[in-house]
């Protein structure tokens, strides 16, 4: 029974900390929703989507699989990248949410992640968090977004692109998928294998003992 309970509540961790990554929205002065790490520059000033398709989509897919050869383990996709378009002249993109089912140093993530993203101008890192988990946080001053990951019993992360300038077709905007990630395996496959094993288990504990007397 602990078993199928450790799952649970790795489960429903997971999902928390996903919705976190993806949705953080605050309300402004202004009363309007803005994305949490907005950038100072105007839009029309900030890198077009297009280049963030081409830096730093490539670069989270990079970081996050040198995160799973470090942590000796595979890497799993929770939701798939999803772009958003407003009248093909403004886009946001978020990437697909990853999962490494397994923690990770963090002093060691943070050095990974310098090293991939700092280079492309994420340079304010941010680390809160509590006594279960410590969230990172590479953030684009200028054009807005960042990458987020939390570590704690296992690891999640995402970016998000802010919303950015550019020229992308309607078919660009609805089929839009990364090529890292095409071939990843859904998050389900290490839970349901989790499940399976747990079940297993408390099976096994159910099973009748043998008393180790003969019949004669």
Not at 128 to 149: C, F, K, L, Q, R
Not at 170 to 192: G, I, R
Request: proline share 5%; hydrophobic share 35%.
């Amino acid at each position: 029974m602990s078993n199928i309970r450790s799952l649970t509540t790795l489960t429903l961790s997971l999902l928390l900390t996903t919705a976190f990554l993806s949705s953080c929205t605050l309300l402004s002065n202004s009363g309007q929703y803005e994305s949490f790490g907005d950038g100072d520059l105007p839009l029309e000033q900030r890198q077009p989507i297009e280049e963030y398709i081409d830096t730093v989509v490539p670069a989270y897919g990079a970081f996050m699989n040198e995160l799973a050869n470090e942590a000796g383990t595979d890497l799993y996709i929770s939701d798939h990248t999803n772009m958003h378009c407003y009248d093909l002249t403004e886009f946001s993109l978020y990437t697909a949410n990853t999962f490494i089912p397994k923690a990770l140093p963090v002093e060691r993530v943070r050095q990974i992640g310098d090293k991939h993203f700092i280079p492309l101008g994420l340079d304010h890192v941010t680390s809160p968090g509590d006594e279960e988990s410590t969230d990172i946080y590479w953030h684009d001053p200028e054009n807005g977004g960042w990458v987020a990951i939390s570590i704690g019993v296992y690891t999640a992360a995402d970016a998000v692109s802010g919303v950015r300038p550019g020229s992308l077709t309607q078919d660009q905007c609805v089929n839009f998928t990364s090529k890292w990630e095409k071939h990843l395996p859904m998050d389900t496959v290490f839970f349901d294998s989790l499940q399976s094993n747990a079940q297993s288990g408390q099976q096994s504990d159910q099973a009748p003992q043998s008393t180790g007397q003969s019949g004669n």
